[in-house]
């Protein structure tokens, strides 16, 4: 039996009435919701509740799933201990998307399990679920910082899971939508937030899970949302199939966003396969871009695919330009995949002949040297976007009024530690963000004293 139904539920722990001692009437609306959704559960009787949540176990590379047979949690961080609960796993259907997940060379599993109590996100669903039915197993899902399409993916991987043991299950995807709606909110006021709740709430309401599929990263951080990795989830295990989508609730009273969605199963649908069709878009757009790569991107991907299929350098081809055959620079090689970063690595100086070699030996470091990320795949490369900076010699200033994060690069460095920033990212709007974000990089804490250098870049894509 496939899933059965899926919801979309915030978590805000000032919803539980021990803890919000009042003010919880707040979000009355969101309240009532909740309720409506566990008297829907309690009617449909499933076997199991599959939870994902933002505040499970998360890794960037890998999707974990909370292994043992039972866990248990309570509410004692927000001061209301008695708040308690315990849960037993569906070990089954665990072991059915481990299984299904190494068969197919997926990440996910139950490796790595750090905590064995039970994570809020996961928790203010169970306090509503368990007043008004208790016969279920739980399977509890991390998120990760892979991308939304492998989270998409995740999701079909689940269904599928579900499908081979029979289980009659409900999928709750936890999360929080923007919170950054009000001035007063937790981290402010930003323009993305209102828009990302209109949008996500828009995609949802109407079952449109395709549209989750084309959210920038850099837009969902802007907004500071939590949950659309966790909805895309969801909208993975309902892939090709109509869906009756509702909405309950909407709110942004705390700063914060709120939304509850019923979603029903109502049949198959093979024009609603949404990952297909994003792949396929995405295909096209990719083979556009490769119709115009420059000699200096097409000497980066030529050297990835080779290293990455063959394990091997290619050689310095005749189509090189002259400046890439007598030029000496530090060059970065950045690759992408589905909007999320994949690996980057690069020369502040020049360390090689030119400017070719130095593109050969740092495409090979990024591809697969990266220490935030696994070496890429073979089955990946079609979908790597790359591109190739080629640095200006640094220049010492004196203080970051001479820095414009759009134009320079920045290396900030304090005694042997350094860390550096390309210009003109995503996500970076200001100098203050740029040097903060180096410094991490760097090692380099807000105590020590820094020196500053700038350099521009000519980007290649």
Known sequence: MPVIAAYMVPHPPMIIPQIGH???????????????????????????????????????????????????????????????????????????????????????????????NLDHGTMVPLFFLDQKYRDYRLVRIGLSGLSLADHYAFGQLIRQAVDQTGRKTVYIASGDLSHRLQPYGPYGFAAEGPEYDRRIMEACSNGAFGDMLEFDEAFCEKAAECGHRSFVIMAGVLDGMNVEAKQLSHQDITGVGYGVCTFHPAGESPGRRFLELYRKKQDERLQRLREKEDPFVRLARLTVEAWVRDGKKPGIPDWATAEMLHGRAGVFVSIHEEGKLRGCIGTILPACRNIAEEIISNAVSASTRDPRFSPVRPDELKRLEIHVDVLTEPERIRSRDELDAKRYGVIVSSGHKRGLLLPDLDGVDTVDQQISIAMKKGGISERDSITLERFEVVRHT
């Open 22 to 116: 009042g003010s919880e009437k707040q979000i009355t609306k969101t309240v009532l919701a909740y309720q409506q959704v566990a008297d829907e559960i309690a009617q449909l009787k499933p076997e199991t509740v599959i939870i994902s949540s933002p505040h499970a176990v998360m890794y960037s590379d890998y999707f974990h799933v909370s292994p043992g047979e039972t866990a248990s949690g309570s509410f004692r961080r927000f001061n209301a201990p008695e708040v308690s609960f315990r849960v037993e796993y569906d070990t089954a259907l665990v072991r059915s998307i481990c299984s299904l997940a190494d068969a197919a060379g997926f990440p996910a599993g139950t490796l790595g399990e750090k905590d064995r």
